[in-house]
């Protein structure tokens, strides 16, 4: 968030929760409380302390406002009382909510650049639907593939979820990794922490073709490898047991085993390959000597 000055006119409930004089701690509790405030109060309550000086204070508001219920985010995204800056973060960290962007587009109190933003995501949101293969559907919903952020017309940026993980706890980064959707797991999955990366493995909505580029990439963490390897139903799918062949860091007898269920054709490539281990090659050529006899 960027340290402007922005005067909101707030309600003797959220102004309560942040008199001047409070710890951390205890703006930290005010904000574990917001669920009991009206939805529009719990919004700006949460927005005000995004802001707040605290590091620890401002990353857990953060991860709050991105956790918003929809009927919270709707209440304010249509109220003519909204500021036009919590309209604008509504929209950076909300914007693959097609409900949220619809109505916050029939705000006129939006920024210009919020706008352009959001039609902006609808427009690639239809493109994407327009040609998307009926092979192709998966029960998530699609997601824009911009990198570090979205850049609105006018050049300003939007806040992204990259940006967002830069600021969060670890004990918030290990609950994203293992609930978030794609976009997070792609941040979260190359985080140093292992606790964290390994979280996404864990995520029930990791998908196998996830899996396959997760190891295409040449991921270098054991405990990841470790996990995928444990997986019995994702062991069952013939490219993720070729790309943990392919993989270095795939334990040597677990690489292997997943050797031996591939078919001729990859295990003759295997046998001249310079690209595996000289175990693996070796073995690829004595599969291929055995079956010759």
Not at 170 to 186: F, L, P, V
Not at 243 to 252: E, G, I, M, Y
Request: aromatic share 4%.
């Amino acid at each position: 968030m960027s340290g402007e000055t922005i005067k909101l006119k707030i309600s003797p409930p959220v102004a309560e929760c942040l008199r001047p004089g409070q710890s951390p701690e205890e703006r930290l509790r005010r904000l574990e409380n917001a669920s009991a405030l009206q939805p529009f109060d719990r919004c700006m309550l949460i927005f005000c302390l995004m802001r707040d000086g605290d590091h620890g204070v401002k990353a857990a508001a953060q991860s709050a406002f991105s956790s918003l219920p929809g009927e919270t985010l709707l209440a304010v995204a249509g109220s003519q009382d909204a500021h036009p800056a919590v309209l604008d973060a509504i929209a950076k960290v909300h914007y693959q909510r097609e409900d949220v962007a619809e109505t916050l587009l029939e705000n006129g109190l939006l920024s210009a650049p919020a706008r352009s933003f959001l039609q902006k995501i609808i427009e690639q949101r239809s493109d994407v639907s327009d040609v998307s293969d009926v092979s192709d559907v998966s029960d998530e919903p699609d997601e824009p593939d911009d990198s570090d952020a979205a850049v609105a017309e006018d050049g300003q940026e939007f806040q992204s979820k990259y940006q967002m993980a830069q600021v969060m706890g670890i004990a918030e980064k290990i609950k994203m990794a293992m609930t978030g959707d794609k976009e997070w797991r792609s941040i979260l999955v190359k985080d140093s922490n292992k606790l964290i990366s390994a979280g996404v493995i864990k995520n029930p909505r990791m998908t196998e073709a996830e899996v396959v580029a997760l190891l295409k990439s040449g991921i270098q963490n054991d405990e990841i490898m470790r996990l995928i390897c444990a997986n019995k139903e994702w062991v069952k799918n013939y490219n993720i047991r070729k790309a943990l062949v392919d993989n270095n860091r795939t334990p040597v007898q677990k690489a292997l085993r997943y050797l031996a269920t591939l078919n001729d054709k990859d295990i003759a490539g295997y046998a001249k390959s310079k690209n595996v281990s000289s175990v693996v090659s070796t073995q690829a050529k004595r599969i291929l000597l055995n079956k010759k006899r």
